[in-house]
């Protein structure tokens, strides 16, 4: 269950990326679609994945990443895909929840 929780996870992340290129091609065009995902890879990868140089402590992380997760429904919903967003923003709350619950917060830690 928890390997499926957290290739969900993985998912989501990918997913969040799409959104916020929808996102800065509708604000500003291909751009900004593409500048957008590019800046939030970079700061995921430096400081919510798994394996971050950086490191926080869980409960930061989880929030962290949480909030970057819903800020790209949030996006999307701006974009005019008000049915996707909604969709991602539960989707990304119940694949939380469920890893919290699992006592795995941070996807991929061990």
Same mark, same amino acid.
């Given at each position: 269950?928890?390997?499926?929780?957290?290739? @969900?996870?993985? @998912?989501?992340?990918? $997913?969040?990326?799409?959104?916020?290129?929808?996102? !800065?091609?509708?604000?500003?065009? =291909?751009?900004?679609? =593409?500048? *957008?995902? /590019? *800046?939030?890879?970079?700061?995921?990868?430096?400081? @919510?994945?798994?394996?971050?140089? =950086?490191?926080?402590?869980?409960?930061?992380?989880?929030?962290?990443?949480?909030? /970057?997760?819903?800020?790209? $429904?949030?996006?999307?919903?701006?974009?005019?895909? +008000?049915?996707?967003? =909604?969709?991602? !923003? $539960?989707?990304?709350? $119940?694949?939380? /929840? @469920?890893?919290?619950?699992?006592?795995?917060?941070?996807?991929?830690? +061990?």
């Amino acid at each position: 269950m928890v390997a499926l929780l957290e290739g @969900l996870a993985f @998912l989501l992340e990918l $997913a969040a990326l799409a959104a916020y290129a929808v996102w !800065g091609d509708h604000v500003a065009g =291909i751009g900004l679609a =593409i500048a *957008v995902p /590019v *800046v939030v890879a970079v700061v995921w990868g430096a400081a @919510l994945s798994p394996r971050a140089p =950086i490191r926080l402590a869980p409960a930061p992380k989880v929030a962290l990443r949480l909030g /970057v997760l819903l800020l790209s $429904a949030v996006a999307l919903g701006w974009a005019g895909h +008000r049915g996707w967003a =909604i969709g991602l !923003g $539960a989707v990304v709350l $119940a694949d939380t /929840v @469920l890893l919290a619950a699992l006592g795995r917060a941070v996807p991929g830690a +061990r």
